[in-house]
């Protein structure tokens, strides 16, 4: 009788356990709360966000979206299969023609019969520049995509005549020496390019005609009054410091203090690396994209306070990506991995997150040179970078939203810093009410659960998953095997309760969640 009752007891036990334990699994008490307020709103997500970079530099020009004499190519000399996923990219602005290359480019050399254009040296990149790409070429490319063109000056080895002269010839509709020399070259109609930067990284000691912040703004100055008389409508981005061991943050004031009255955007680069092979810690950047937006926003402004109608002042996040493994001698041909892939999501969130601030981003750069598109002659393949580029792109227009997070923390050597596991971003779509979550899970090994909680308006329906993970922080895709690292996809049906629901972040994974709203 007492060995019956002591088995039953222990099968009672046994079974509350397995039962428990099943509970446990189906229902993993969430450890973090993202809490979405509709009616807490940012800004728009500026179409610019979506922009990209196309610098004469390695094969990212020729042997990337040009490539004359190839069976690929059309009788342009565009890539055709380049100019395809480049289109799938839907890249809203790109700039050109560098970067450093820029500083030393004389855009005359580039214009006319390309037999009789000059070869030259590139000093920035030490290499011989055949000129048959120039600006009648770039505008052209960016027509057949739909794509804004944004050029880049000459503000090192260049003068205020170069710069003016350049608009005149793309820009001026009446018959004058430039812009008939465009009409000679065979195009009628000016190009009407609305985007001009005022040089490229001119505090680097590494630029061509590199200045200090009361040079260059002086030099800025003039070259903006010039181009603006020849085209009032245009638009303009100065260079902002991108050499943070210096002083970059006096650069930036000095530049906003003089152009105050001239500029629509100032520049900020900024390449991330995880050089230290530590996941945690360089998915920990961030907070130094977030701070170097945060700081040139109070820079813009107190340049503006004090004034009666001080002029609109944005960040052109012109230049950004990871990049920390090539130089000059590898013509900065990255190979991207999974990892990669969730710095872009990294990226996006900073900018989504100050999207009042942000207007304008393009990521550096578009094939072959630290790129989302690798070629050769025979073909392309698309590094896993790409994915999360097209992706963001779908939510240009929305509304940002301020998405309150609570989330476990961690810490990196070294810093003081309490980093949240999970980086968040989220926007509405207000036409058609659906609500994006993007959501990174930095932590290297722990999937957390979330209780999503929201709190104006109803959610409504299914949610659309899609989410970029691997086993592999280091798999990479190859001319090879293209499909390694790809983003999944699946339709999930929640619990919806108290307008609250719960989803568990895979550890080291970028997730985006559409959800309808009522
Ligand atoms: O994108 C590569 C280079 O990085 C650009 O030419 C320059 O602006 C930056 O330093």
Redesign the pocket.
């Known amino acids: 009788m007492r060995y019956r009752l002591t088995r039953l007891v222990a099968c009672i036990t046994l079974l509350s356990f397995v039962f428990s334990t099943q509970a446990q699994t189906q229902q993993t008490p969430a450890v973090s709360r993202i809490k979405i307020d509709t009616d807490r709103t940012i800004g728009e997500v500026h179409p610019l966000l979506f922009g990209n970079?196309a610098?004469h530099?390695g094969r990212m020009i020729y042997g990337g979206i040009y490539e004359e004499g190839s069976p690929l190519s059309d009788q342009f000399g565009y890539r055709k299969d380049v100019f395809n996923v480049v289109k799938d990219l839907n890249v809203s602005i790109l700039r050109w023609p560098?970067?450093?290359?820029?500083s030393g480019y004389n855009w005359t050399d580039g214009i006319g019969p390309k037999d009789q254009r000059p070869t030259r040296i590139d000093l920035?990149?030490n290499d011989l520049e055949s000129n048959r790409f120039g600006t009648d070429e770039f505008l052209k490319y960016c027509e057949m995509l739909g794509t804004e063109p944004y050029i880049c000056l000459n503000l090192g080895l260049g003068t205020v005549d170069d710069a003016r002269h350049w608009v005149e010839y793309t820009n001026e509709s009446r018959h004058t020496y430039w812009a008939d020399q465009r009409r000679k070259n065979g195009r009628e109609e000016p190009y009407k390019v609305k985007y001009w930067a005022l040089g490229?990284?001119i505090d680097?000691p590494?630029?061509l005609g590199n200045k200090s912040a009361e040079e260059y703004s002086k030099l800025a100055l003039e070259t903006a009054k010039a181009m603006k008389l020849v085209d009032r409508d245009i638009k303009l981005v100065a260079s902002g410091s991108?050499n943070y061991g210096a002083d970059w943050i006096a650069w930036n004031r000095t530049v906003v203090n003089t152009l105050r009255n001239q500029i629509d955007y100032i520049a900020i680069?900024t390449?991330v690396n995880n050089s230290q092979n530590d996941f945690e810690r360089f998915m920990a950047w961030s907070s130094t994209i977030d701070n170097y937006i945060e700081v040139t926003a109070a820079l813009i402004r107190q340049a503006q306070s004090g004034q009666q109608n001080p002029r609109p002042i944005y960040v052109a996040y012109d230049?950004w990506?990871v990049?920390y493994r090539t130089g000059n001698r590898e013509k900065?041909e990255e190979v991207y991995n999974f990892e990669d892939a969730l710095a872009m999501g990294m990226f996006f969130n900073s900018f989504f997150r100050h999207a009042n601030v942000v207007k304008m981003a393009n990521i550096?750069?578009m094939v072959n040179?630290?790129a989302p598109i690798m070629t050769n002659k025979q073909g392309l393949y698309l590094q896993t970078t790409y994915f999360p580029l097209v992706e963001y792109g779908k939510q240009r227009g929305n509304t940002a939203l301020d998405t309150f997070v609570s989330a476990p923390t961690y810490k990196v050597p070294n810093r003081q810093t309490e980093y949240k596991y999970l980086d968040v971003s989220s926007t509405l779509n207000t036409k058609d009410q659906t609500l994006y979550i993007n959501v990174l899970n930095r932590s290297k090994d722990k999937d957390l659960a979330t209780k999503i909680e929201n709190q104006a308006g109803q959610i409504s329906g299914d949610v659309a998953v899609w989410e970029m993970n691997n086993t592999d922080l280091k798999a990479t895709n190859s001319f090879a095997d293209d499909k390694k690292v790809r983003p999944t996809t699946k339709t999930i049906t929640p619990k919806i309760e108290n307008n609250s629901f719960s989803y568990t972040f895979p550890a080291h994974s970028l997730t985006i969640l559409k959800v309808k709203m009522r």
């Open positions: 970079f610098e530099l560098g970067g450093n290359f820029a920035a990149w490229n990284e680097g590494w630029q991108s680069h390449y230049e990506n990049w900065l550096a750069q040179v630290i």
